[in-house]
């Protein structure tokens, strides 16, 4: 297994910048990829930005691309999402997962292990 553990959310103004943290421990040497997720009330859990372990390929969603930035840390275990811009629709509860980067990796179904996730709030 792949344990996950999410930091560095927090309020923050339109237009300011957040930086998350997702530190994996466990069958690390198991990872393929690890990725964001996000989930605002009453809504679908939705892709954000995906990063393979190995060779470092990154993904986005359409709705982040320019604004966000996912880099990896490989001796520190450890995936961040750089924040910028941002925006009061960003406002949700952003998860980190594990999973392979798949022609489906978009479906949060598709990834196998979760941490407990973070909230960002954007206030207008």
Not at 16 to 26: D, N, P, V
Not at 48 to 69: C, H
Not at 77 to 94: F, R
Not at 106 to 122: D, L
Request: aromatic share 12%.
């Amino acid at each position: 297994q792949v344990q996950l553990v999410e930091s560095g959310g927090g309020l923050v103004q339109a237009g300011g910048s957040l930086r998350l943290s997702c530190a994996a421990s466990g069958r690390t040497f198991s990872i393929d990829s690890l990725g964001w997720f996000r989930q605002a009330p009453g809504k679908e859990r939705q892709f954000v930005a995906g990063i393979t372990w190995s060779g470092g390929n990154t993904y986005y969603a359409d709705s982040v691309k320019g604004r966000f930035t996912i880099s990896r840390d490989n001796a520190k275990d450890t995936v961040y999402l750089q924040m910028n811009s941002l925006k009061p629709e960003d406002t949700a509860i952003y998860y980190c997962a594990e999973g392979r980067m798949g022609p489906d990796y978009f479906i949060a179904s598709r990834w196998n292990y979760w941490g407990q996730g973070t909230h960002v709030t954007v206030s207008s």
